[in-house]
Every structure is written in C-alpha cells, then in structure tokens.
C-alpha cells in the first residue's frame, strides 16, 4: 500500500452518480477518487443498444446547473452523445478517474475500508457506491435455460438487428420499456416478432400527450409522490406505438414461458414453439456482490439506508443513485442531480471530524 492509494473519499462507478457527486466535491475543495470498471467513463450509455436515446428532456438530465444550456432544453440526447458530456467531467473540473478498475471485494475494519480492484488496493475513510442498474443484467430463471442451443441476449448485449445473427423467429420477453424499444426497433425488419410477458401489457400515453408530460415531469412527480399513501412504482411501461404492434398483430403476443428447450420455447398455455433467437427484456439489478459482507438488503434487494443514503450498520458507506433514495426521481438522472449536491453536504460535513 503506497501513500498515493490512500483517499479520503473513494466513488465507485463513474457515470451520472459518480460524476455529479465527484464535482459537487471538487467544488467544496474535496478530492475525491472515482474508480470505473468500464474502459470509458460513462460505459454504460456508451454500450447502450444503438437506437437509444434518453427519453426525457434535456431540461430534466442536466447533472450541474452550470450545463442546463449545453444542450436546448427540449432534445432528446442519444445515448452515445451523454456518454460523451460524462466523458468530459474529468478534464473539466479535475476529477480523478480510473478506469478499468472493477472492485471485487470491500472490507471495513476500525472506521478504514479497504478496496481490492483489478488495479490494486485502495483505502479511505468514506466509500460511495454509484454504480447503478445498468452493469447487472436480470435474467430470470426458467428450466431448461442454460443449455438451450438458440441465441440467448440480453437488452444489455443488444445493439441492432446485427446482434441477432441472421435470426429469422425472435421471442422478446419482458413487459416494460426497454421490451417495447426492443420491438420498435425491429419492427421494419422481416423477422417473425413475439413477445412473452408474465403480466398484462401496460402503455404510456400516446406520444403527443407523453412529450406533454415530459416537458413537466419534474413539477408532476414530487406532488403524485407526496399525496400518494404507497410507493410509487418507477419502471416505465412500453410506448404506446409498441402496444399498437401487439394490436395490429405485427407482434405475437404469448403467455409467461413454462421452458426452454434446444431451439423451442413451452408457454404456459400449453403451446410449444420454436425460435431461432431470445431477447431477455428483463431488468437490470444494482451491483452490490462486493458489499455482501457489509450491506444487508431489504426486500427488493436494495441496501437498508440511514436518511437515504448511508448504510444502516456501516458508517461512511454511502449509496446513490438508487431507486427510491429520497424520493421517487432518485434512480433518474433528475433525481440524482438533486441527491447528490445534497449527498455532497453530509460528506463534506463528515469530513470535518
């Protein structure tokens, strides 16, 4: 262990959390260290599916107020043009970056954690995970699975109709947003389309109304969240003109899958059918396998937290980014750039002691 892999403050992950929260730093004369598994910063928007692009205004995914002018208000950024504003945080304001530095393991002992990268060890006194969603792909389990013989990838892994490999039948399963992109994207193509959900199919509006929308989501959600008595649920329905293709036909819709078999998939209505490729629309979970020894989890498997951002039983422990932190925008990049100034203050005022 050198000198120079001793910090104050080490922030796992260097995307919109990591980033925001690493200039919020700097700017209260903090010097904190940002450590990135990716080959680029902001990897997970740069590897998204070549389609994508953000769905919310820029107006609601600027990460500092000194940004809310880069871009017009009312566009849409691409994916890979984000990735690119994430890219430029270092040079800008002098953050310490890393990368290709994936923690595999965090360990506490007397008020120092002790990191173990593929780059060395690192130790601080305060630790901040911000990793996000995007890096753990879900994929449910379904018999038969993993020794079926047809194509198999994830929303993750899926960049354009190339990604299919000359596939001719496609099975998209899932019911949510990234599901409906999914088939969006492949509509025009001449591939057979279906799509198997274990629930009803839910859409948004159509798109005048939901631009409509968008352009006041900031105002909409705080008051629906405070005078709603339950959780709000934030994982977004598929578009309205996904939900038109299973209408029209275009996509066949099929019941929640029984099994899988070497080039066929059972439904649970009894029907088997074969497929030459399968789409898992399914979900990502936040990375935490390296903090098992210090976090526990509630049910839906996300750290318990002390005011939204500290780990229950482990001081100095800090999360962002997450869904639900502080309130329901905190999984969104609007949410995060709100969080993490306030993030910012409580480390700032840790420091002190």
């Given at each position: 262990m ?10 796992i992950g ?5 980033l925001?929260l ?6 209260m ?6 450590l990135?598994a990716?080959?680029?910063?902001g ?17 609601s ?5 000194k ?10 950024l ?5 990735a690119?504003?994430?890219?430029s ?23 120092i ?13 305060i ?14 389990n ?6 079926s013989?047809?194509?198999k990838?994830?929303?993750k ?11 001719k ?29 274990r629930s ?5 509006v159509?798109s ?8 006041f ?5 705080k ?7 339950k959780r709000?649920?934030?994982?977004a329905?598929?578009?309205y003109?996904?939900k ?7 996509v066949k ?18 029907v088997?059918?074969?497929f030459?490729?399968v789409?898992?629309?399914?979900g ?7 903090l098992?020894?210090?976090?526990e ?14 780990a ?12 639900h932190?502080?309130?329901m925008q905190s999984?969104?990049?609007?949410g ?5 100034k306030?993030?910012a ?9």
């Amino acid at each position: 262990m050198t000198d120079s892999n001793l910090k104050k403050i080490i922030i796992i992950g260097a995307g919109p959390s990591g980033l925001s929260l690493a200039y919020h730093l700097k700017e209260m004369g903090l010097e904190p260290l940002v450590l990135e598994a990716g080959e680029k910063l902001g990897s997970s928007f740069e590897n998204m599916p070549d389609f994508l692009a953000l769905i919310s205004y820029w107006k609601s995914n600027y990460l500092i107020k000194k940004d809310k002018s880069k871009f017009s208000s009312i566009s849409q950024l691409h994916s890979k043009e984000f990735a690119k504003y994430l890219q430029s945080f270092p040079s800008r304001f002098g953050i310490e970056v890393f990368t290709n530095c994936l923690v595999k393991k965090v360990e506490r002992s007397e008020r120092i954690y002790t990191l173990e990268t593929t780059q060395g060890t690192f130790q601080s006194s305060i630790v901040v995970n911000c990793t996000g969603y995007y890096s753990s792909p879900f994929y449910p389990n379904y018999s038969g699975m993993e020794t079926s013989g047809m194509l198999k990838l994830h929303f993750k892994d899926y960049k354009n109709i190339e990604s299919l490999k000359g596939s001719k039948k496609v099975l998209v399963i899932g019911s949510k947003l990234s599901a409906g992109q999914i088939l969006l994207d492949l509509e025009h193509s001449d591939l057979e389309l279906s799509l198997s959900s274990r629930s009803a199919i839910q859409s948004m509006v159509p798109s005048f109304f939901l631009k409509l929308i968008l352009y006041f989501i900031d105002h909409l959600e705080k008051p629906l969240e405070f005078f709603s008595s339950k959780r709000i649920e934030t994982s977004a329905p598929i578009f309205y003109e996904a939900k038109k293709l299973l209408k029209s036909g275009r996509v066949k819709h099929r019941p929640s899958i029984k099994s899988f078999h070497d080039n066929s998939v059972s439904f649970e209505d009894g029907v088997t059918e074969p497929f030459d490729a399968v789409v898992f629309a399914t979900g990502f979970s936040p990375k935490l396998d390296y903090l098992d020894s210090l976090v526990e989890l509630n049910e839906d498997k996300l750290p318990l937290l002390s005011k939204g951002f500290e780990a229950l039983y482990c001081r100095n422990l800090f999360f962002l980014g997450l869904d639900h932190q502080q309130n329901m925008q905190s999984r969104f990049l609007r949410g995060i750039r709100n969080d993490a100034k306030k993030l910012a203050v409580l480390i700032a005022e840790r420091q002190k002691y």
